[in-house]
């Protein structure tokens, strides 16, 4: 059917109807980055004085963020899991997700509670589970796959109880936040599902479900999303694909300086560790090249998303570290040489999920990023 896109000149002003600071663009601090986080620190600040969050809040933040991967999704499901079992695992203030990773985010973000769910979204599915192959009208459609049995799957694991709970936290200053790519504009969007959980619009569910499916919605492959907007009072629709077209890993756009609101909100900066689950190897991994369109082009993807793996972990690195915190990174090890036999292999996943979940309990972290892929071990 057809859209009514945002014109070009109205796109840095569109809205969510009904919603506040719903979203924000992930490569540039604007204005309503800015009065989001200054709105976080100050319940933050709220939140411990009454008691609902502890004291230690004001003095330190961990932060979480989980990337892309496809089927690789089941490594952070896993590695959580193990986290959670090793202990010791944070109440982090923010969690960010991509792509797979933004279909794990939400229970990572309510925390070991929902253990259970996160490692059976990515264990007990697989590729009937997840999309539809639509054949040669494929090749002449928006996808060549349909997406619908995914939507179907989020829309099952996001409840309304779900929904609340996420609501509550945003209320004590935590954050939920999921990138996609508005493919319109080709920037990213940093969407925030907290807010919009705690929101009063009645579709508040489904416009969720709306963002966790674009946000995985791989390009030419799954058909593009599309999310309604108001630009200068005027419904309108966007055009989103998966965030992991930008990056395949994000927390906070650059040169956002946390420290200042810190000394604002706490009166002094806080320490800050980001942990990041990588649902992918970092290193090359060697295998004949099928010489056909599709082969060709999937190798070629694979390989430009190892390069830009190790862009975005040295690019948060340095970030990390020019505002004095401290990063973590954990990938799936050279060691696990195990191949899916297809997109979403449910064999493989499960296999994978008790790679990461060994990792998880092992608290096995990297600190340093590769300066290539070739040099990740």
Avoid at 31 to 42: G, M, S
Avoid at 275 to 291: F, H, K, M, S, V
Wanted: proline share 7%; charged share 25%.
């Amino acid at each position: 059917m057809p859209r009514s896109a945002v014109p070009a000149p109205l796109a840095p002003a569109a809205v969510v109807e009904g919603v506040k600071l719903a979203r924000f663009w992930g490569d540039k601090p604007g204005a309503d980055i800015r009065a989001a986080v200054a709105l976080q620190y100050e319940q933050t600040r709220r939140a411990v004085l009454s008691g609902k969050r502890p004291a230690q809040a004001l003095q330190r933040a961990d932060f979480l963020a989980i990337s892309g991967g496809g089927a690789d999704g089941a490594f952070s499901a896993g590695f959580l899991s193990g986290w959670s079992r090793r202990g010791g695992r944070p109440a982090f203030e923010v969690v960010t997700g991509v792509s797979t990773g933004a279909l794990a985010a939400p229970f990572a973000f309510l925390g070991p509670r929902h253990d259970r769910e996160l490692a059976e979204v990515f264990t007990a599915y697989g590729d009937r589970d997840i999309y539809v192959d639509r054949g040669v009208v494929g090749l002449v459609s928006n996808g060549l796959y349909d997406n619908a049995p995914l939507r179907r799957l989020i829309a099952r694991y996001m409840s309304d109880e779900l929904i609340d709970a996420i609501a509550h936290e945003y209320g004590i200053g935590r954050r939920l936040l999921i990138q996609t790519t508005n493919i319109d504009a080709q920037r990213p969007v940093i969407w925030d599902l907290t807010a919009i959980a705690a929101s009063n619009r009645p579709d508040r569910r489904d416009r969720m479900i709306d963002i966790l499916l674009a946000s995985a919605a791989l390009p030419a492959i799954f058909p593009p999303v599309r999310l309604d907007v108001l630009a200068d009072g005027v419904p309108h629709q966007e055009l989103h694909v998966d965030g992991a077209t930008v990056s395949q890993v994000f927390f906070a756009p650059p040169d956002l300086r946390l420290s200042d609101y810190e000394k604002r909100y706490f009166g002094q900066p806080r320490a800050r560790t980001l942990y990041l689950i990588r649902n992918g190897r970092l290193g090359p991994e060697y295998a004949e090249t099928q010489e056909t369109t599709i082969g060709v082009a999937r190798r070629a993807i694979e390989t430009l998303v190892k390069y830009q793996t190790v862009a975005d972990l040295t690019r948060l690195q340095s970030q990390a570290r020019a505002a004095n915190g401290t990063i973590y990174f954990a990938a799936i090890p050279p060691s696990f040489g195990l191949m899916p036999r297809s997109e979403f292999d449910q064999a493989y996943m499960r296999q994978l999920f008790k790679v990461g979940r060994d990792e998880g309990e092992a608290g096995r972290w990297q600190s340093q990023a590769p300066r290539t892929p070739a040099s990740a071990h």
